[in-house]
């Protein structure tokens, strides 16, 4: 790698859906001042940028996301260069939206990857120029709705627009004592059957697996397809190969234990950095052979209360009836919704240093998205006052420690800052 030192500001969700650079409020610029200082801005956008390309789907990514055009450019405007789109609500207004999400935001002059007109460009990496140095940056998705995934494209079919998946097919794995795996493997044998079926005490047979244990249960695992699993990593290495530093984002909902596996596996082969988003809220940081690992930054933009207009099956999906308003469904959605709570609206954004292949600095930004504010303000990122720096700081730092990072509160800035 160059010895030339870069910095990155790296960002979770980004759910933005109106306009934000006519806003002068002093904690809202000292953010973007400290997004355009940066020498890469990356985050993930959780939305679709179109006008009136696509039709809503029958089913979204929770609500059915839409921001106008003018978002890409103002992304641009706060030093926005990389997002990634490989998410959940990618496909609310299908291969449309897709495309259009695209062309707009290319047209701002920013870098996009995880979705695109078919899976060779949406699993490909994509690269930015930083400072004499070459970020490559390979996103995909663990959470999304299932018809939203990209295709390969053949010589005589075109593939389907869509984002890059990681598919996670779910086993359920029946417990029971010692003595009934050995039953079965017993009277196989008398049967002249194969014995393949059974490894470590536990016997498969077509969709049934049962394995050995002190009593009976049912126990839910996720496994990866194979196919996502080695395209994604054979991507990853292909960036690797090409670029400085390498930024893989994954977007899952679910953060099991095939997901660390994932995880090392990505760095293995070649990822410099992991942000992992789509919790909403924030999780710990964690340092592996050098390389953070962001298990989860929390939101950086969350407008879903700012979209202007819904489909007919959005209100449909809550009971409402035809005459309701885009207001009575937000109004109504909040009620029910999970997400509705003040750690969705307390974020954290991250500056990273690095120099010659080696990560010399890590920071934390807490960010404030306004949860006690009016509408208008609300789910608009603001660099938050020391008080509620501290409060965001010492729950990533809470995090951290189960995962052998530290973190101190820096209160002369209101940061937190990564010990390496």
Known sequence: MSDT???????????????????DEPAFRA????????????????TVIRSDKGYPQADSGGTWTSSPPEIASELAWAGVNMVSHANNHAFDYGTGGILETLHHVEQAGIVLSGSGPDLQ????????????AMVGHVSLAASFVPYG????????????????????????VFV???????????FDAMCGKS????????????????????RFGVLKRGRLRESDRAGNLEAIRSCSDAADLTIVSIHSHDQRKWLRRFILETI???????????????????IVSG????????????????????????????????????????KESRRRSRLWRRSTYEGCAARIDWKNGELIGLQLLPVDLGFDGPDTRLGRPHRADPHLSRRIIERIAAASRKLGTRVRFVESESVGRVEL
């Open 5 to 23: 030192e870069i910095s990155l500001f790296i960002a979770g969700d980004a759910i933005i859906t109106v306009p934000w650079s006519d806003c």
């Open 31 to 46: 953010l973007v001042d400290e997004m355009r200082a940066c020498d890469l801005t990356l985050m993930n956008l959780e």
């Open 121 to 132: 460009a949406a699993r490909a990496p994509r690269h930015v120029q930083a400072k004499g």
């Open 149 to 172: 995934r990209a295709s390969h494209s053949r010589p005589d079919v075109a593939g389907r627009p869509g984002i890059n998946p990681l598919r996670i097919d779910k086993d359920t």
């Open 176 to 186: 029971v004592p010692d003595y009934v795996v050995g039953l079965l493997k017993r």
């Open 195 to 214: 014995t393949h079926r059974y490894v470590e005490k536990r016997f498969t047979k077509a969709h049934l697996t049962l394995e050995a244990g002190d």
């Open 268 to 286: 293995e082969a070649g990822a410099d950095i992991v942000l992992v988003h789509g919790v909403h809220h924030v999780r710990g940081v964690e």
């Open 291 to 330: 390389k953070p690992v962001f298990h989860g930054l929390g939101d950086f933009v969350y407008q879903t209360g700012r979209i202007s207009a819904f489909p007919s099956d959005a209100y449909e999906k809550l009971g409402m009836d035809a005459g309701s308003s885009p207001e009575d469904f937000i």
